[in-house]
Structure formats: structure tokens, C-alpha cells
């Protein structure tokens, strides 16, 4: 793999990208405690 990733080498630099993925969720829970679903 890092042969063929040296390929892609330009002017002594190769490229990379970096991703974030980054999730939440969150249940509503009336003050009653009982969870809402919204539909």
C-alpha cells in the first residue's frame, strides 16, 4: 500500500485529506419523564 501510495508524490509532497464525522442525538424526555416521539 505505501508503494502505491508513494505514486501520487508531487514535488516531494503527497497528498492527504483528513475527515471528521461527528454524530449526536438526544431523546426529548418530558419533565413527566416520559420520551416524546415525534412522528
Known amino acids: 500500500m505505501i508503494k ?3 505514486s ?3 514535488d516531494g509532497k503527497l497528498p ?3 475527515e ?3 454524530g ?3 431523546k426529548r424526555i418530558n419533565k ?3 420520551e ?3 412522528q
Open 4 to 6: 502505491m501510495y508513494e
Open 8 to 10: 501520487y508524490r508531487q
Open 16 to 18: 492527504a485529506t483528513y
Open 20 to 22: 471528521v464525522v461527528y
Open 24 to 26: 449526536h442525538a438526544w
Open 32 to 34: 413527566i419523564g416520559i
Open 36 to 38: 416524546l416521539n415525534n
